[in-house]
């Protein structure tokens, strides 16, 4: 079974600082994605890498950034975590025919 | 651009009742479209695809969705709910080179006994 792995379930970080959310996927697969949920606005795209160190804003980058050093591992980084980032965080692997993965997410609140 | 609207945040049927799920998207190319379901705590699974081919496509539980390209539309269906069905269902929409997918709000359904 394809796995993608999410660091933490649940994170709490205060306001300011820098938050590093890290994703593994154990397929070999090319694209993989970060979104965040919210609850009525459904899944926004927030980065996405098609390959290692290759890498496209989504719809709502401002406030994150990500790191794609090896092709398995994704990583998403609030550079100075805000209340408003408050949310849940999923990360997917694509297969080439369009099958996605998910991790199981984390729910970051930032206090 | 593309876009994804699912109609009905909260959807409520009897357990053996049938499951409607509305979709509909907007795009500038031939779509691939997606149902993904998501149960509490977890992340999302893929129910059901297309791509090209059959229209009417079947997917996992007992799902199936039919492409209708003249209405825009991808609804979910399943004959006979179960409790087990409980859970938030996602359409998506992607485009032939699967790097950008666009996820409708979310449809929570619920299963009365």
């Known amino acids: 079974d394809v796995k993608v792995t999410q660091s933490s379930r649940y994170l709490v970080k205060r306001t300011g600082e820098k938050v590093f959310l890290e994703c593994v996927q154990d397929?070999?697969?090319?694209?993989m994605f970060w979104y965040r949920q919210d609850p009525g606005l459904g899944l926004r795209l927030i980065y996405f890498?098609?390959?290692?160190?290759?890498?496209e804003k989504g719809d709502i980058p401002e406030g994150y950034s990500v790191s794609r050093e090896k092709k398995e591992r994704f990583s998403l980084i609030l550079e100075s975590a805000s209340t408003n980032q408050t949310s849940m965080y999923l990360c997917?692997?694509?297969?080439?025919?369009?099958?996605?993965?998910f991790g199981q997410g984390t729910r970051l609140t930032v206090v | 651009a593309q876009s994804v609207t699912q109609l009905g945040s909260h959807v409520s049927v009897s357990e053996g009742a049938l499951v409607l799920l509305r979709c509909n998207y907007s795009s500038s190319v031939p779509p691939y479209l997606f149902w993904y379901v998501q149960y509490p705590n977890q992340g999302l699974q893929l129910l059901l695809k297309y791509t090209t081919g059959a229209t009417l496509v079947k997917g996992i539980n007992g799902f199936e969705a039919e492409f209708k390209k003249s209405e825009t539309s991808f609804h979910l269906t399943k004959p006979s709910a179960h409790m087990s069905d409980a859970a938030e269902y996602f359409c998506a929409v992607s485009l032939y080179n699967f790097n950008k997918f666009y996820f409708g709000s979310g449809t929570k359904l619920n299963v009365k006994p």
């Open positions: 997917a692997s694509i297969t080439q025919s369009g099958i996605g993965f």
């Open positions: 890498s098609y390959d290692v160190k290759m890498k």
């Open positions: 397929m070999d697969h090319e694209n």
